[in-house]
């Protein structure tokens, strides 16, 4: 379970609360969830996720580890939307597509506003 705060009291309460009712231990501080790296500068009070081997993985899928890396700035007024997406008997074709696979692994990736594809 991961549980966040931005008073550190609150989540001291919370696991008191929770160590009642459950057995449980404290791993500390996160630094995988979902696949995603935490990295975190508590002085700046920033956090980062990374997707870096989500990334590699699909490279790796689609016989591509030996491209180099680029930054794609995104606009901010870009917005991508499921009604963009084929609505016909055209999706199901294109699944079977690994280009399509392919860009759509991106496209979901960088839908989360990870627009670098190298750390």
Known sequence: MLIAAINKAH?????????????????????K???????????????WLSQENYVLKV????????????????????KLSSMQCLQSPEEE???????ASAVESFM????LGLTSLCS
């Open 108 to 111: 979901t990736w960088s839908a």
């Open 33 to 47: 969830i979902l696949g995603m790296e935490i990295t975190q500068d508590r002085d700046s009070s920033r956090l």
């Open 93 to 99: 074709k294109m699944h079977r597509v690994p280009y």
């Open 11 to 31: 989540i001291q309460k919370l696991k008191a609360q929770l160590k009642k009712e459950f057995g449980m231990k404290d791993l500390g501080g996160t630094k």
């Open 59 to 78: 490279l790796e899928r689609f016989n591509m580890t030996e491209v180099r890396p680029v930054t794609t700035l995104l606009a901010s007024h870009f």
